[in-house]
């Protein structure tokens, strides 16, 4: 069993950074790939990024490539998602899930979820 919760949302201008915290419970955080997506009203849940449990491998989606940065510590154990330069458009609710087998893309393959934080980029 692995517990997510997600913090540091918030309200936020365009162009502004924010930093995301995803806390997990459980002895095997460690051997998780961790995921970070989100959905905006109205639309499908997307996906954001994932990081390999090692940390050595990261993706991310081509719109916030360059932008974001995901990073983990296996010992406290968290996951961060570093938003920078963010656009109007990045505006939903984020949320950070671990998966330990499948794509690491598609949010049916993500078996842990947190309750999801809200980001809101204004203009």
């Known amino acids: 069993q692995v517990q997510l919760i997600e913090s ?3 309200l936020v201008q365009a162009g502004g950074s924010l930093r995301l915290f995803c806390a997990a419970s459980g002895r ?3 051997s998780y790939t961790m995921g970070w997506f989100r959905q905006a ?3 499908e849940r997307e996906f954001v ?3 390999r449990s090692s940390g050595g491998t990261i993706y991310y989606a081509d719109s916030v490539k360059g932008r ?3 990073s983990r ?3 406290k154990p968290t996951v961060y998602l570093q938003m920078n330069s963010l656009k109007p458009e990045d505006t939903a609710v984020y949320y950070c899930a671990a998966r330990n087998r499948g794509s690491y893309y598609a949010p049916r393959d993500y078996y842990y979820w947190g309750q999801g934080t ?3 980029v204004s203009s």
Do not use: E, H, L
């Open 8 to 10: 540091g949302g918030g």
């Open 28 to 30: 095997t955080f460690s």
């Open 41 to 43: 009203p109205g639309k």
């Open 49 to 51: 990024g994932a990081i």
């Open 68 to 70: 974001f940065t995901i």
């Open 73 to 75: 510590d296996n010992a």
């Open 118 to 120: 809200q980001v809101t």
